[in-house]
């Protein structure tokens, strides 16, 4: 980035810069020097957005995965989530990151944290697709001035696919568009943010090239899909991973 920012094309200001702060880190004490380490590695000096990773706690220390002598994680319970989001708040009253934000939370977390927040979360970043829309979630951030940032839109290349559901492809079919365009303009139509991720360049074209779906189409995708599927476990237990599912 710094060589790019150095030819004068592209500016800081250009780029939203976002980073997580990790689960060993929870405790308030830990906090800003997990934000600075990670300013460093960045070679930035201030963040757009910084997201607690996950709502786990898990034991303070250098070990990123602290498990028990039965595999277990080792949790942390001494420290809240609103603990953390305190000493998060610091580092947006220092200037040092722009807004901060939670990812891979339930409903009732977010609401615990925007109810007591002095700085309210900029953005919520969980898994969403047709197959776990998150109406919910989604309908509280609206009303509350957060952007839900859906990670996984097209289903992260899982079982069952949403990019091979009957009314995805139909859709795709009717408005000449590919199944992974339906599905991205559905997140951005419906109001969210997305993270999509392709290694694929014709794929990486592709997903910029949407367009408006039709509101019928919007309503089939929504009303008509039954069913639901989390794709990945970090929101049960707060280790990140895919859920491997048999074709
Ligand atoms: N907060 C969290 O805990 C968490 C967890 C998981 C992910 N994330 C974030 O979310 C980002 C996106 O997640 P994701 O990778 O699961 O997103 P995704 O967009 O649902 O899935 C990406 C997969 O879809 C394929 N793909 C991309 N464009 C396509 C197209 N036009 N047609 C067909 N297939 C297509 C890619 O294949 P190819 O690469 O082979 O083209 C890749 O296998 C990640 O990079 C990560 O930053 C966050």
Known sequence: MNEVFKEGKIKREDVFAVTKLWNTNHRPERVK?????????????????????TPFAFQPGDVQDPRDANGDVIYDTSVTLLDTWGALEELVAEGKCKAIGI???SL????????????????????????LPEWDLLDYCQKNGIVLQAFAPLGHSSEPSVLADPVITGIAHRVGKTP???????????????????????RLA??????????????????????????????????????????
């Open 180 to 202: 992974a365009q339906v599905l991205l303009a559905w997140a951005i139509q419906r109001g969210t943010a997305l993270l999509t991720t392709t290694k694929t360049p014709s």
């Open 108 to 131: 009732e977390k977010v609401k615990e944290i925007f109810e007591a927040a002095t700085i309210k979360p900029a953005v919520v970043h969980v898994e969403s697709h047709p197959y």
């Open 33 to 53: 020097p997990a934000f600075e380490a990670s300013l460093r590695r960045l070679q930035l000096d201030y963040l757009d957005l910084y997201l607690i990773h």
């Open 206 to 247: 592709e997903n910029f090239d949407v367009s408006t779906l039709p509101e019928d189409a919007m309503r089939e995708i929504s009303e008509g899909i039954k069913t639901r599927v989390r794709f990945n476990a970090v929101v049960q237990t707060g280790v990140p991973g895919f859920i491997p599912r048999g074709k």
């Open 103 to 105: 990812s891979d939370v």
